[in-house]
């Protein structure tokens, strides 16, 4: 399994993780400028920031297309994380804490542990 470390400390977003399942309806919103593949959706059940290749592009209703979940581990310096799903076109990790907490981690926070 990889490891990283982390070289910078992540905070976690002040708002609720979004789960979405495949064939949820959202409003899709605007693009990130710092982290351009991503589009703020909103939910029935929350909002939060998805891959736009996670969504329909058609022009009826946006709907997942695969499920997603926006929850983010937040890091402290060193801490060393195991990787379980890497998403290198968004630029971020999804990442096991020691205590057995996972979430997303943005890729420019962490190195290798080679």
Known sequence: MKRVTARTA???PDRAPLQLTVGDEVQAGVH???WPE??????????????A???????????AQTAYDTTELAT????VLDVLTEDVISGWLW?????GRQGWVPV??????T
């Open 10 to 12: 992540h905070e976690i």
């Open 32 to 34: 990130d400028s710092e």
């Open 38 to 51: 991503f589009v703020f959706v909103t939910a029935a059940h929350g909002t939060g920031w998805v891959p």
């Open 53 to 63: 290749r996670h969504l329909s592009q058609s022009s009826g209703p946006v709907v």
């Open 76 to 79: 402290r310096v060193g801490e």
């Open 95 to 99: 990442c096991r804490s020691s205590s």
């Open 108 to 113: 420019r926070t962490v190195e290798d542990d």
